[in-house]
């Protein structure tokens, strides 16, 4: 627990030293099964995340949607095409993580692979690929969700909508193409739920 110590601290001089001590560390284990990588992206470590990465942990299918690592999210679809709907420890799917983390190329590869755009996640969020999405403003991933036939009115924890969270961040253009796509306009906005993905442990 130590790294994750760290982590949380957002202490990169620390995680570099323990992991110069032990470079193995890198690919440890937070008790409810996120990966170091993992939650250091979580939690916006941005130079804590570089740190652990230069340590060359093995990287699940997770981090890899979540980084944005096409030739490892391809390594692992060659090898176990399931692995497009396994879920995560803490209850995503690599589509939900590739789109909550602004990675559409991801978004996209996993799409062409089978990905299920109406995952729910399997944790109170409840959230669904468009949601994770919307939550992080990415136009492109949330065209790409859409077309491949994601509800535009999937309701997530509390009953909230994309266009509800669109219209909270007053991310017009996702509006317009969620609107454009059949989302029902009921005018919502202001405060939202903790939308998006992220880890349940947080």
């Known amino acids: 627990m130590i790294l994750f110590e760290a982590i949380e601290a957002g202490n990169a001089a620390e995680t570099r030293a323990l992991l110069a001590e032990d470079p193995s560390r890198a690919g440890a284990r937070h008790p409810s099964g996120v990966s170091a990588v993992l939650w250091a992206r979580y939690r916006g470590k941005g130079d804590v995340l570089d740190a652990i990465l230069a340590a060359d942990p093995p990287l699940d299918v997770f981090d890899a949607a979540a980084l944005g690592d096409l030739h490892r999210l ?7 095409p399931a692995a497009v709907n396994a879920w995560s420890a803490d209850g ?6 590739a789109a909550f983390f602004g990675q559409p190329a991801a978004v996209r590869m996993l799409v062409d692979h089978g990905a299920d755009v109406h995952a729910v996640a399997r944790n109170p ?6 949601h994770a999405a919307t939550a992080a403003h990415d136009l492109v991933s949330v065209r790409i969700l859409l077309e491949a036939g994601a509800d535009p009115n999937a309701e997530q924890q509390e009953g ?8 909270g961040h ?3 253009d996702i509006v317009a193409l ?3 796509h059949g989302a029902r306009d009921t005018g919502s906005g202001g405060p939202q739920p903790d939308s998006g993905t992220r880890s349940s442990t947080s």
């Open 74 to 80: 391809a390594d692992h679809i060659v090898d176990d």
């Open 92 to 97: 995503f799917t690599p589509v939900g993580l």
């Open 125 to 130: 969020m409840r959230v669904q690929p468009l």
């Open 160 to 167: 909230w909508t994309p266009l509800m969270a669109a219209r």
């Open 170 to 172: 007053d991310d017009a």
């Open 178 to 180: 969620l609107l454009a």
